[in-house]
């Protein structure tokens, strides 16, 4: 048998196009088995696109498996809890409780972090692992039978298997590296690899968000926003078709702002500068405390919420190429797992690549990956989706019935601190409405195990 045709053995050669957290979170996972990985990033740099994210348990239950506590630990908030308010009054409406409470149910803490401290603590672990980054690499092309990614500068790099992780979006990256070509709104590797045939487009919503960050001196020297950024809590006011998510990150230096309204923007632009006259008056109104935090903002970004329909499948017909994050099952932000599910991905993937014997088995596995992670992720998309719906009630009947509901968690909280045992209060037989707090969601969604799981459904799947 001629030597080319005798199936590679571990470690392979993966190529990873995208340096976006699931990107880099790939690059680490795969590191830790052993492969030899080399991540393709468009952009010139990484860049401080965005602003604050939110980390839940089920992220930083592989976060801290990879080694990266110590690192993440310098550079989080950890916040007692999500307060939902009311948007006029800012009454609170809703609790969903955070520390000790994730740590007690779920075995680890809920944090919030600066999306570009989060990128470089990810990229610098990666590197640390081995892998190789190199960035102003725009992937033009993917071939998924010769298992070849073509770059903007027509250098082709092959691969054993390449792994799509380039976002909904391409555009951040073409934006800044002037040699790109505009690529569209596509993932690159998931329209000429994955899914060539089919023709892809983000399902928009009707919202959009407006991204800001409010210095923490400037909240500390007004008396009524002092305790916004001093203590520890997310805050979430809710109002028809609107939301804003406020929380400090970087120690109280900064005061991050996600603020969802109904609007027009470009679908996946990342940075377009959003008009402040335009943004305060989307909040007209609101709880008087919000006037004074929107007044102290001096710019912010503003994009198109968007997710991707249920794609028919995340690896290519050759089985050499699959899509994490993102690409594969980008959702809107009001579940905040966009990103805990591409690190899931990330650690899935490295499972399954592991019970492989040759590049032979890659096909096998690879669907064997999709299986396991396909279902999760779709009925997150739709989670996000309908939790919007949720927040964004108009006043009336059913806000009033939902209100109601959400109180269930406080007067939980209420019952605990004044030594009532919670078992004894009276059933409801309601769940909470909001999907943070509801008592099945919540624990399927914060306490998962991705390498149990993966493991598990491996030794079931492979079986069969
Ligand atoms: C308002 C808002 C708030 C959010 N809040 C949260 C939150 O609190 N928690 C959470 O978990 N998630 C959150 N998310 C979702 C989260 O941001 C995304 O799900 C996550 O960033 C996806 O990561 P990714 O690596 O898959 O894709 P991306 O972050 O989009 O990264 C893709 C990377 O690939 C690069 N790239 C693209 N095309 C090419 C190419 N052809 N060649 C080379 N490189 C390329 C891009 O430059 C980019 O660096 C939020 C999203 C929004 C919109």
């Known amino acids: 048998m001629p030597t080319c045709d005798i199936p590679k053995q571990a470690p392979y050669n993966i190529l990873i196009v995208g340096a976006g957290l699931g990107g880099l979170a790939t690059a680490i996972a795969l590191r830790k088995k052993g492969h030899n990985v080399h991540v393709l990033e468009g952009a010139p740099a990484l860049g401080e696109v965005g602003a604050g994210i939110q980390i839940p348990p089920n992220s930083t239950r592989l976060l801290e498996a990879w080694g990266l506590k110590d690192a993440l630990m310098k550079k989080i908030v950890w916040p007692k809890a999500i307060n939902m308010r009311r948007y006029d009054t800012g009454a609170v409406i809703g609790i969903t409780p955070l520390d000790p409470t994730m740590q007690k149910a779920y075995g680890y803490p809920y944090w919030l972090i600066h999306r570009a401290d ?96 409010v210095p923490g001196e400037l909240m500390r020297a007004d008396p009524e926003l002092k305790k916004l950024i001093e203590e520890p809590y997310s805050n979430c006011w809710i109002g028809y078709r609107r939301h804003i998510m406020a929380y400090p990150i970087r120690e109280g230096q900064l005061y991050n ?117 396909k279902p999760r992720c779709e009925k997150i998309q739709k989670g996000s989706m309908e939790n919007g719906d949720i927040w964004h009630m108009p006043d009336g009947p059913e806000q009033v019935a939902r209100d109601a509901d959400m109180k269930i968690t406080m007067d939980l909280l209420a019952a605990e601190a004044a030594g009532i045992p919670t078992e004894k209060l009276a059933k409801t037989g309601k769940s909470n409405p909001n999907r943070w707090s509801d008592e099945e969601f919540q624990p399927w969604l914060f306490g998962h195990d991705a390498v149990a799981h993966a493991n598990a459904q491996l030794d079931l799947l492979l079986k069969l």
């Open 118 to 213: 989060y990128q470089q603590i990810l990229c610098d672990a990666a590197i640390a692992e081995g892998a190789k980054v190199t960035f102003g690499a725009y992937v033009l092309d993917c071939d998924q039978d010769n298992v070849t990614v073509t770059l903007a500068n027509g250098e082709v790099l092959s691969a054993d298997l390449i792994i799509g992780a380039d976002g909904i979006s391409p555009l951040q990256c073409a934006k800044r590296n002037a040699n790109a070509p505009y690529p569209g709104i596509k993932s690159r590797v998931r329209e000429f690899a994955v899914m060539p045939e089919e023709i892809v487009e983000p399902r928009t919503t009707t919202n959009c968000a407006y991204r800001a960050t």
């Open 257 to 373: 702002l996600v603020m969802s309204h109904p609007g027009a923007a470009a679908v996946g632009k990342w940075n377009e500068p959003g008009n402040l006259d335009e943004m305060k008056a989307h909040y007209a109104g609101w709880d008087p405390i919000l006037d004074k935090v929107l007044d102290k903002v001096k710019a912010c970004l503003k994009w198109k919420l968007a997710d991707l329909p249920v794609l028919s499948r995340w690896v290519s017909r050759s089985g050499k190429v699959v899509l994490i994050g993102d690409a594969a099952h980008a959702m809107v932000p009001y579940l905040a797992q966009g990103a805990a599910q591409a690190i899931e991905d990330a650690a899935t993937l490295a499972e399954c690549i592991s019970r492989t014997r040759s590049t032979d088995d890659f096909g096998a596995v690879l669907r064997v990956f999709q299986l396991i992670r």
